[in-house]
T-cell receptor, first 113, second 110 residues
Framework: DQQVKQNSPSLSVQEGRISILNCDYT??????FLWYKKYPAEGPTFLIS?????DKNEDGRFTVFLNKSAKHLSLHIVPSQPGDSAVYFC????????????FGPGTRLSVLP | EPEVTQTPSHQVTQMGQEVILRCVPI?????FYWYRQILGQKVEFLVS????????KSEIFDDQFSVERPDGSNFTLKIRSTKLEDSAMYFC????????FGDGTRLSIL
């Protein structure tokens, strides 16, 4: 039961260019969406979030877009840097506090110098 | 910046033995979670804990598993009679939105 899907297991981008990571979900009850970044041997680190009342949230080089009708969200990183190379997880929840998050399988981003 | 800490970083246990994974959540957080990630697979929710009781658990969290907050700072996950398929990274998290994760405990069952 894949409620949260990340169909690209990996992505390679040239340094300075835009990275676009995609995420699709099936549960229309999801209201909060987060992106986590994970380096090897470390836990997931929170990156950026968006609630269903918004369609865009921006934080520095990171922007998340939400298309609720399409049940699709994307993370844009611009400009991409080599230090952005990591696995990126999309996560979704029905609640804004206390509810568990359902994670996607992750996309491994490689930013090439 | 406060962080979630987990010990040990790697635990090797014989099949059938009991194991306790330990976590110190961020001090002012009220919600605590355990997730696991089997090698090559996605992060999966196990259990959430609030006000000294389980608030939600997944199908994975069967009678083999239990959680406890034995004092004001620690949050533990106990796995009784471990099986080979319990081998995974176990992540503790605390908070709400966002949840803050520890660096995980790698559990290897032999």
């Amino acid at each position: 039961d894949q409620q949260v899907k990340q169909n690209s297991p990996s992505l390679s981008v040239q340094e300075g260019r835009i990275s676009i990571l995609n995420c699709d979900y099936t549960n229309s009850m999801f209201d909060y969406f987060l992106w986590y970044k994970k380096y090897p041997a470390e836990g997931p680190t929170f990156l950026i979030s968006i609630s269903s009342i918004k369609d865009k949230n921006e934080d520095g080089r990171f922007t998340v877009f939400l298309n609720k009708s399409a049940k699709h969200l994307s993370l844009h990183i611009v400009p991409s840097q080599p230090g952005d190379s990591a696995v990126y997880f999309c996560a979704a929840s029905q609640d804004n506090y206390g509810q568990n998050f359902v994670f996607g399988p992750g996309t491994r981003l490689s930013v090439l110098p | 910046e406060p962080e979630v800490t987990q010990t040990p970083s790697h635990q090797v246990t014989q099949m059938g033995q009991e194991v306790i994974l330990r976590c110190v959540p961020i001090s002012n957080h009220l919600y605590f979670y355990w997730y696991r990630q089997i090698l090559g697979q996605k992060v999966e929710f196990l259990v959430s804990f609030y006000n000294n009781e389980i608030s939600e658990k997944s199908e994975i969290f069967d009678d083999q598993f239990s959680v406890e907050r034995p004092d004001g700072s620690n949050f533990t996950l106990k796995i009784r009679s471990t099986k080979l398929e319990d081998s995974a990274m176990y992540f503790c998290a605390s908070g709400g939105v966002p949840q803050h994760f520890g660096d995980g405990t790698r559990l290897s069952i032999l």
